[in-house]
């Protein structure tokens, strides 16, 4: 089981910190992703990790802003997202058991949290 927390309104500029708790007790085995879904469109890939930790990936749009991170020994994978703009408004997604960016590579999913932010 994956749960988000952490989102909500933000100004234009700010920064939000994401975590996701996972439950059981293989979670450094799991690579880790976070990706988002704004209204009408599809679910895009923002960040991946490996079980480790070692290994990071972003989408471009988030490069230089967001960084995705774990604590193993708290079963959470974190998304700090700096310099915020409108167009990151979405609901974002945790997900276990992949790397890569897309999203149906990931067979398990969190059930969200809204991140929204004013210009």
């Known amino acids: 089981q994956l749960v988000e927390s952490g989102g909500g309104l933000v100004q234009a500029g700010d920064s939000l910190r994401l975590s996701c708790a996972a439950s059981g007790r293989t979670f450094s085995r799991y690579d880790m992703g976070w990706f988002r879904q704004a209204p009408g469109k599809e679910r895009d890939f923002v960040a991946s990790?490996?079980?480790?930790?070692?290994?990071?990936y972003y989408a471009d749009s988030v490069k230089g802003r967001f960084t995705i991170s774990r604590d193993n020994a708290k079963n959470t994978v974190y998304l700090q997202m700096n310099s915020l703009k409108p167009e990151d408004t979405a609901v974002y997604y945790c997900?276990?058991?992949?790397?890569?960016?897309?999203?149906?590579?990931?067979?398990?999913w969190g059930q969200g949290t809204q991140v929204t932010v004013s210009s």
């Open positions: 990790i490996s079980g480790s930790g070692r290994s990071t």
């Open positions: 997900a276990a058991g992949a790397i890569g960016k897309k999203a149906n590579e990931y067979p398990y």
